[in-house]
């Protein structure tokens, strides 16, 4: 290989650098958490009560938001003995913004807003009803509306000098539960996730600022293959997304050949 050729295969991927190091925006922030408060919705199960014990023990003040008030008392039982702090309870269901925004009003100023709460029915779409559809996007879609509504004047309003305010909505890669039995076996290919490790990853990315955080390798190439018109804050992960675009790609079709292939040996095993 002549030496131009080298010289030019190292000046591309430099130059590249050094471009996206001048144009990535927004530049990068730490959100930090201690002495925050932290308002997490679906706070009294499963992740968002992990993200609350979190948050808890990070020295946050937090406030979990939920419909049950049992559960509540439950989730709040239980952080105070495993941190000995007090969360602040609050029984309203998102889909309500009038009971959202009056939960937000008592709780005070939000640092840290995590859009947590989410259903979801997975079946074959003819399996649906209307009902359930509206469902499923009143409570996620509508409900996650009404909440950031519900705090966000008092979030813009709000300057404590320690920072930037951050707001997180949790979603998932695919629908994991009671998925119809197709799904499961392609679920099942990306293997399952504590959900303590899947609350450290997730609050980590929230402290660090991130636009995205995958919570696991699958999930990761899943964002760099969508980033699309995604802000990033870091030029090393812009050059990651600009030179893996095109493999990316690839991977992702071999993904679709295996699942492909799951759903052909399920049809057959179906039809039998
Ligand atoms: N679990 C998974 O495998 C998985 C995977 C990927 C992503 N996710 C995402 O992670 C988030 C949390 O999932 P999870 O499995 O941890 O949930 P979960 O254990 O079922 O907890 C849901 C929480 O949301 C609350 N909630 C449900 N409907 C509500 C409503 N209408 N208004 C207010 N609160 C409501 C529930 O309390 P009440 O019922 O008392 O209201 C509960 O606190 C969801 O957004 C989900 O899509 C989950």
Redesign the pocket.
């Known amino acids: 290989m002549s030496p131009f050729f080298l010289l030019l295969l190292l000046l591309l991927p430099l130059s590249l650098l050094a471009i996206l190091s001048l144009i990535t925006r927004p530049k990068p922030t730490k959100i930090p958490l201690k002495s925050r408060h932290v308002f997490i ?9 992990a993200l609350a014990h979190r948050a808890a023990s990070e020295g946050a003040r937090v406030s979990i ?4 008030s049992q ?2 008392e439950e989730a709040k039982e239980s952080i105070k003995l495993a941190t000995g702090v007090e969360v602040a309870t609050f029984s ?4 309500d913004y009038d009971a959202v925004s009056k939960a937000v009003e008592e709780a005070g100023a939000v640092d840290v807003l995590v859009v ?5 029915t997975a079946r074959e779409l003819e399996r649906h009803s209307v009902e359930d559809v509206r469902f499923i996007v009143d ?2 879609l509508v ?1 996650s509306f009404n909440v950031i509504k519900a705090a966000l004047p008092g979030m813009k309003a709000r300057d404590d000098g320690r920072g930037a305010r951050s707001i997180a909505l ?4 695919a ?3 009671s998925r119809p039995e197709v799904t499961a076996i392609i679920a099942a290919s990306s293997g ?1 996730m504590k ?1 303590e490790e ?1 609350a450290r990853r997730a609050m980590n990315g929230i402290k660090a600022g991130k636009f995205t955080v995958s919570c696991n390798f699958e999930g990761f190439l899943l964002s760099l293959a969508t980033t699309g018109m995604s802000p990033q804050r870091s030029f090393w992960l812009a050059f990651l997304e600009v030179i893996t675009a095109g493999p990316i790609r690839l991977v992702a079709l071999f993904f679709q050949w295996d699942w492909y292939n799951a759903i052909e040996k399920w049809s057959k095993t179906k039809n039998k």
């Open positions: 919705t679906g706070g009294s199960s499963g992740i968002g009560l938001l939920a419909r049950s559960k509540l309203a269901d998102v889909r947590n709460q989410g259903v979801f409570v996620n409900g949790v979603s998932s890669q629908g994991q539960k399952s959900t899947v």
